[in-house]
């Protein structure tokens, strides 16, 4: 086989590309995003309108919130955010199941008491509860029987207060499928007409650290987001994964080959928004990450989140830039040209200075591509059809 070059110009948006996706969904680019927590989902739930082949790998490192209640209980990975995402691209039409679209969404109350949790999810379990009632079979039975996998392996101490249906199902699901998300997750995408793939960076429960600038360390997602807790006082030095307390080499985490193949498949990979290190970086940390995106050609887009993220203390955009590019070259023994790991940062023309995008081009040798891509009243939220329509552009 003979491998060539192409190249061609970009027109943004290209309205015959972004046109022809939006006739043709199933027929759309493959766009692979790097992501974790909610922050991409807005735009997650619009691009199912422009590409059903999306690839979403997603960090599995929560620390916090109902997630954090089953990594403890059952020594697993985080599903929230993976839940999450599979929500956002499920097809939430007449054509999709929304039945099991509202069922998965539904959170037990957060101030019920103990008696009326242990009921209604008694009722979800032998299936007489509404929203199960709502789901015809055979889909209904499929469903309760992850759920009762999971009520025969909870304890009776378990806190139900808050927790999301759907996790608990997907816990159900992965202890009956010998402790593995990715048979889960297929059989949740296909409950609910998910438009793309969604995947956990990892299958393990790890945890996520990072040494700080004044030489202390914190061990726990949770910590680091400024969300459940202050926000850090000293900037990010380093990020790694730990097993138990114990800090891990980077060889000892791998990536998946079923992630890189999605990856060297990819027509466009996406550094998405969301909180800097627990959400884009920590998913760069398995070893095998930056090769793969190396190998791969195609554009390669940083889209860095708006307003103020409180684990980037210290951190402008073009220092941002530049500790992502530190993250994947992390990966090889001798440095790589910055093309091969990232090609262009998309920004907003709103909020991206001449001089920032000076020092992004000229010291780091990266593009910027100024788009308004921002809400009109509202220049700390992205436009999701923008974004989409950017994206879908430069492929």
Do not use: W
Not at 354 to 378: K, Q
């Amino acid at each position: 086989m003979t491998e060539f070059t192409l190249t061609r110009q970009v027109e943004l948006p290209d309205r015959l590309r972004v046109a022809r996706a939006k006739n043709l969904p199933n027929l759309g680019p493959k766009l692979l995003f790097f992501s974790g927590g909610s922050a991409l989902n807005d735009i997650a739930r619009t691009l199912k309108h422009y590409t059903h082949n999306s690839t979403h790998l997603v960090t599995p490192f929560d620390s916090g919130g109902s997630s954090q209640v089953l990594r403890e209980a059952f020594d697993m990975p985080a599903v929230g955010d993976l839940r999450s995402r599979l929500m956002a691209l499920a097809d939430e039409t007449v054509f999709g199941q929304p039945d099991v679209f509202r069922l998965f969404s539904y959170r037990l109350p957060n101030a019920a008491s103990k008696t009326e949790l242990a009921q209604e999810f008694a009722a979800l379990v032998s299936g007489d509860h509404a929203l199960m009632r709502a789901v015809v079979q055979p889909m209904r039975g499929l469903i309760l029987s992850q759920l009762q996998c999971f009520a025969q392996a909870k304890t009776d101490g378990f806190d139900l207060a808050g927790a999301s249906v759907g996790n608990l199902i997907l816990t159900g699901g992965y202890l009956s499928h010998d402790r593995a998300l990715e048979p889960v997750l297929f059989l949740m995408s296909k409950m609910v007409e998910v438009k793309g793939t969604v995947r956990a960076i990892v299958d393990q429960n790890l945890d996520l650290g990072a040494d700080l600038q004044d030489g202390s360390a914190v061990i726990g997602q949770r910590l680091l987001t400024g969300k459940e807790v202050a926000p850090l006082q000293s900037g990010i030095e380093d990020l790694f994964l730990c097993k138990d307390g114990q800090r891990l080499s980077r060889e000892a985490v791998t990536l998946p080959r079923r992630n890189i193949a999605q990856i060297e498949a990819a027509d466009l990979i996406c550094y998405a928004p969301g909180s800097f290190y627990s959400s884009l970086l920590a998913n760069l940390l398995p070893a095998g990450t930056g090769r793969a995106i190396a190998r791969r050609q195609g554009p390669k887009i940083y889209v860095p989140s708006l307003g103020t993220d409180p684990e980037c203390l210290g951190l402008d955009l073009p220092a941002q830039v530049a500790a992502l590019i530190a993250a994947l070259q992390a990966d090889f023994e001798t440095p790589q040209p910055v093309h091969r790991l990232l090609s262009a940062v998309l920004c907003d023309s709103r909020t991206l200075t001449p001089d920032v995008a000076s020092r992004i081009e000229t010291t780091l040798g990266v593009a910027c591509l100024p788009l308004p891509l921002t809400l009109p009243d509202t220049p700390e939220r992205y436009s999701a059809a923008h974004v989409c329509e950017a994206l879908v552009s430069l492929v």
